[in-house]
């Protein structure tokens, strides 16, 4: 344990020197993208419909080729539908990062698929 001294603050820092997951030892090539999952629920409110979303991050043991971020969201449903249907998606350097960029694109951009699940005590459930 080390002790860090600034002027009028002592921060204490816990961590082994160096320290990394065990799992990311499993992958011998950076083209096997390992990957730890995260789950995540979002529900979002349009009118007196919810919508639920399920966001999946992606945390690499180490970037995917061409990507500079280890962290990766992507939501199970489409946004925007009836014009151009896109998937929301983010990439970041921690899980924060990304699932933020992800969240953004939820709220940016409507529902419209068939599935809305009506909001519990909306008139007519």
Known sequence: MRLFRIPFITLC?????????????????????????????????????????????????????????????????????KIAPILPTGWGNSLLDALTACVRMIREFPYEGEDPVAAKGAPGT
């Open 13 to 81: 820092d816990s961590r082994p020197e160096g320290f990394v997951s065990d799992w990311k030892f499993a992958q011998k090539d950076v083209s096997e993208e390992l990957a730890l999952l995260h789950h995540f629920s979002f529900k979002r409110q349009q009118g007196v419909c919810e919508v639920r979303f399920v966001i999946t991050v992606k945390e690499f043991a180490a970037p995917p080729q061409g990507q500079f971020a280890r962290f990766f969201a992507q939501a199970d449903k489409h946004v925007n539908q």
